[in-house]
């Protein structure tokens, strides 16, 4: 998920039935839809300038787009990284997650990884970052399989909190193939996070307030 103004980008998931979506946040209507080639798995994205970049799980190959009309115009291959988790950026650098303890620094020219840090507490390195959001100067990160999500110091790789999502899946429609919390975008006008999981019927609104 991102947003640039009052739009929502999306990408989902599943071979066979990836997508790029714009959304209309508040009413979940598409407003366009473009569909992945079957052999893809879509996974994160992110809008730098006039371009949207898009990964997939593990082909280790990634999608340019113009996010106006979702037309692709091209294409980037993975460096060192060992698959496409999730993806965001802070106006110069691309951030990337691939399952690992590693988050991927990319170079938004290029698309080259040139750095990474390693997401760690005082104790032990942590590798389930998933889903990426970027704001001020921290790393919001879906932790894969758990209803919560990291705060990270994109400068080092601290983890400096954790935000509890438990709950939320107790108010959507319940069903056989609901799946994990995934999924978290920032809308800077509103000062708000959208978050929503997989097979989720619902996109959550919430602010993050520290606590103490």
Do not use: C
Request: charged fraction near 25%; hydrophobic fraction near 35%.
């Amino acid at each position: 998920l991102e947003f640039r103004g009052d739009i929502l980008y999306e990408s989902t998931g599943q071979k066979g039935a990836s997508s790029l979506r714009k959304v209309d946040f508040r009413t979940g209507e598409i407003l366009e839809q473009t569909n992945l080639e079957r052999q893809y798995f879509g996974e994160g994205i992110t809008l730098v300038g006039d371009n949207l970049y898009m990964l997939t799980w593990q082909s280790k190959t990634g999608f340019i787009y113009n996010p106006e009309t979702l037309e692709r115009n091209g294409q980037f291959s993975y460096g060192q990284s060992r698959e496409g988790w999730g993806l965001t950026n802070d106006g110069t650098r691309i951030f990337k997650s691939d399952g690992s303890e590693r988050i991927w620094i990319l170079d938004p020219e290029t698309l080259q990884e040139v750095d990474y840090i390693e997401t760690v507490t005082d104790k032990s390195v942590f590798n389930k970052a998933n889903e990426l959001e970027y704001v001020n100067g921290k790393l919001y990160a879906n932790v894969w399989q758990k209803p919560s999500m990291m705060i990270i110091d994109a400068q080092n790789g601290a983890i400096e909190g954790v935000v509890n999502f438990g709950g939320l899946e107790k108010q959507i429609t319940q069903h056989e193939r609901l799946d994990v919390l995934n999924g978290v975008a920032y809308h800077p006008e509103r000062n708000t996070f959208f978050v929503t999981g997989k097979r989720w019927d619902k996109l959550f609104e919430v602010r993050i307030i520290p606590m103490g």
